[in-house]
């Protein structure tokens, strides 16, 4: 079943290579969406697929790349758009 999340990633997630390997993570499980940096120093996050996958994914969220420092993350669901590919804005 398709389902989309949307997801904020707080910490030390800007200039450690969170959304580039976000990217490449979502593409790997075949999700499609984007992520973003926000001015408030986090990550944004559009993420739409398999629930599975999604739960797979906000895992890795969690913990991110070699350098970032995940403090906190916030998930809610919306629903799916239909997005193609996953971009890094």
């Given at each position: 079943?398709?389902?989309?999340?949307?997801?904020?990633?707080?910490?030390?997630?800007?200039?450690v290579w969170f959304r580039k390997s976000a990217q490449q993570k979502a593409l790997a499980l075949?999700?499609?969406?984007f992520?973003?940096?926000m001015e408030d120093g986090s990550v944004y996050i559009e993420a739409e697929g398999d629930l599975e996958?999604?739960?797979?994914?906000?895992?890795?969220?969690?913990?991110?790349?070699?350098?970032?420092?995940v403090e906190n993350i916030k998930m809610s669901e919306e629903t799916p758009t239909g997005a193609m590919g996953?971009?890094?804005i």
């Open positions: 079943m398709e389902k989309k999340f949307i997801i904020k990633v707080y910490g030390k997630v800007q200039g075949g999700l499609r969406g992520c973003k940096n996958k999604l739960f797979n994914f906000v895992n890795w969220c969690k913990k991110g790349p070699e350098l970032a420092e996953f971009v890094v």
